[in-house]
């Protein structure tokens, strides 16, 4: 187990970095992309497991994906579609972070495993 940093530890890191990642899905948006995907889809239930189970450790990320996928079998008409229907939300204050941090100087930076599709929306607002 990880050791958490001291509040002013952490505080220090911030002030130090030169650039800052942030993860999409369930930090910079409020939901897992592929989640929405798959209830849009109608495999919602399956998906989420198969997600949980990566998320917890249980199934390598590899295989969950390639078991998502498989439930879901995407279009991108598929992803237009979701999209349209159910845009990801920004979790609040995520850009107002985000504005602060590269009015300080700092990069900032997304990184996600998920679709550029769906990712795209809300790097639009960084």
Do not use: N
Request: with cysteine; net charge neutral.
């Amino acid at each position: 187990m990880r050791k958490r940093l001291a509040p002013a530890a952490a505080k220090q890191l911030w002030q130090r970095a030169s650039a800052v990642c942030f993860d999409v899905d369930s930090t910079v948006v409020t939901e897992e992309g592929i989640d929405v995907l798959a209830a849009h889809c109608g495999a919602g239930e399956a998906v989420a497991e198969l997600t949980r189970q990566a998320m917890g450790g249980s199934v390598p990320f590899h295989d969950a994906l390639a078991q998502r996928l498989a439930l879901i079998r995407p279009t991108r008409t598929m992803l237009d579609e979701c999209i349209a229907a159910h845009p990801l939300e920004l979790t609040p204050g995520m850009h107002h972070l985000a504005r602060r941090l590269e009015d300080t100087g700092k990069h900032v930076y997304l990184v996600s495993g998920g679709f550029r599709q769906m990712i795209a929306p809300a790097a639009k607002v960084f």
